[in-house]
């Protein structure tokens, strides 16, 4: 990849990149040097998954109970 492209993009010599196809339109897609730091604040604050999913398992158990 030119030097150019590299600087304006952010991009290290060496840096991997996923190559990913938009219909028709490639797109080069910079891998996370860190992918759990990447994901931080990607959820909205306050939102609990292990709250949602023990939620679920609660009213599956009540539904399974009902069948029974």
Known sequence: M??????????ESGQYVKVVDYGGVLALVPQLKDPVEGGMGSLERGSSLVRALLESRARERVREKKKR
């Open 2 to 11: 030119p030097a150019e492209l590299r600087r304006k993009y952010g991009l």
